[in-house]
């Protein structure tokens, strides 16, 4: 057994400006999502024009299933690698696959191309959660842990924001034009890329995930450097006397994962699944297809539909932004079942308003702005959620899981199915569809009542202690990992 004090003295530290950098490094992982994202569904109008793509509402809707059938198997491919080779390998390597596939979206010229880019960007991205969400947790104080990482998912809607922005700026006919603009859209996201791998190659490996593999003298120096420059800003530090028994493990295979999984974190698991699923249904319902909806329905043009996407995009930004602390005050369990039920109950309510046409399209987007406040938060707890809930060993590959099987169940099918309603032209059987995604967040908002746990504030080690603190845990079909 190894005795350490470092996951304490990690939870002690004073925010200071080395705690913004690493958010700003690691955080914008999901701006880049919401970029991607946003700028597919900002251009889906475009992308129907002869001289662009010419592709229907249902190809636009599986590409997007493309770009989350990538996002899926990235997660699982490198959320595995990220616990056995480490965090910071994962996220640099995850941000070049990511920078790579949208350059090259950007010389797509067939349905298939252009799908199998988005394919290729959703791997890499979707290897991104992972990592960055078991870096950041790692990173950053307990007391903070929940109003921050709340915070940084919120930043995929500063990534729509700039879509929007992109969308408005390249499809006006008077200075780019949708014919080379939506290309250029794509090549600007590379750039974008490039500049935060600059950033984030000074980001620590976690110290966490090295005292469980056994470098501890790497983890300590790791953590002396932060100390210094912490106390650099903050002045003098706190002495710290809560120490860890743990011995270091190699990571888990696939079959004790499963087995572990389905016995000693059975609810923890329930509640992961039911949290991602829901919210990804919810997410993919609307906004994957919300361009569509504005020009089918509402006959925006084109080069308009950002300024429609824009509003959407803030509220979502602030929600996690404003709301996030009181994950910390009020706590998980109760704030997590608010957000699920009002976002539910908005949607449904919202839903039908569409359906009889009552709302003009300005007004259906102050009505979506206003729900998916509430619901950015719900859904960021999701993540939040799976990634504090399970022991450093499987963290990762834990976020990956639930992500995966969440987005799968959830969102995989989801833009094709819209795509195909929207082109029938049915507001009722659009509904219909929308009215379900909002019944089944009210249900997850059961789940987490019943099922939730209280970690606010509270230490990952405590909110669920590593495999290695329990003398009596051998680790059946785990597998050697690599340094």
Same mark, same amino acid.
């Given at each position: 057994m190894l005795e350490t004090a470092i996951p304490a003295r990690l939870d002690r530290l004073p925010w200071s400006p080395w705690h913004w950098r690493v958010v700003i490094a690691l955080g914008v992982s999901w701006l880049l999502d919401g970029l991607e994202v946003t700028v597919v569904g900002s251009l889906g109008p475009a992308l129907e024009r002869s001289d662009t793509l010419g592709l229907t509402a249902g190809e636009i809707g599986w590409a997007a299933s493309a770009y989350i059938g990538g996002a899926v198997l990235g997660a699982l491919f490198f959320g595995r690698l990220a616990d056995s080779l480490g965090r910071k390998r994962m996220f640099l390597v995850t941000l070049v696959v990511y920078l790579v596939a949208t350059v090259c979206t950007a010389f797509s010229f067939n349905i298939w191309s252009f799908a199998l880019c988005r394919f290729a960007t959703g791997f890499g991205i979707g290897g991104e959660y992972a990592a960055i969400n078991s870096a950041i947790d790692e990173l950053i104080p307990a007391r903070v842990r929940g109003t921050v990482d709340l915070a940084i998912n919120g930043t995929f809607w500063v990534g729509a924001a700039m879509g929007a922005a992109l969308s408005i700026v390249l499809l006006e006919p008077s200075l780019v034009g949708a014919h080379y603009g939506w290309r250029l859209a794509f090549l600007l996201g590379g750039v974008l890329g490039v500049a935060i791998l600059l950033v984030r190659r000074h980001v620590p490996e976690s110290p966490r995930w090295l005292i469980r593999h056994g470098r501890s003298?790497?983890?300590?120096?790791?953590?002396?450097?932060?100390e210094r420059e912490v106390a650099a800003s903050r002045g003098p530090l706190a002495p710290v006397s809560e120490r860890l028994a743990m011995r270091a493990l190699p990571s888990p295979g696939w079959s004790e994962i499963a087995r572990l999984m389905a016995t000693r974190y059975r609810r923890r698991a329930v509640l992961g699944l039911v949290l991602m699923a829901s919210q990804a249904l919810f997410y993919n319902a609307i906004f994957f297809t919300y361009a569509l909806v504005l020009a089918r329905f509402y006959g925006v043009p084109e080069q308009h539909v950002g300024y429609y996407i824009f509003p959407f995009a803030v509220g979502n930004f602030l929600g996690p932004l404003i709301l996030g602390r009181l994950f910390d005050s009020i706590g998980r369990r109760?704030? *997590? #079942?608010?957000?699920?039920? *009002? #976002?539910?109950?908005?949607?449904i309510a919202t839903g039908r308003a569409f359906a009889v046409d009552a709302l003009t399209p300005a007004q259906l987007s102050v009505c979506w702005s206003a729900i998916f406040f509430v619901a950015s938060a719900a859904a960021s707890s999701a993540y939040l959620t799976v990634s504090e809930v399970f022991p450093v060993e499987m963290r990762a590959i834990a976020i990956s899981i639930f992500y995966a099987v969440g987005t799968a169940l959830g969102g995989f099918a989801g833009p094709p199915l819209y795509g195909a309603i929207i082109e029938s032209g049915s507001r009722q059987a659009l509904f219909g569809a929308y009215a379900l995604a909002g019944v089944l967040m009210c249900l997850a908002a059961a789940v987490a009542l019943w099922l939730g746990v209280d970690a606010e504030r509270k230490s990952l080690e405590e909110v669920c202690a590593p495999l290695g603190c329990d003398v009596d845990y051998r680790g059946v079909g785990a597998t050697a990992s690599k340094p």
């Open positions: 003298d790497e983890a300590e120096r790791v953590v002396v450097e932060i109760r704030m *997590i #079942a608010l957000t699920y039920a *009002i #976002a539910g109950l908005g949607l």
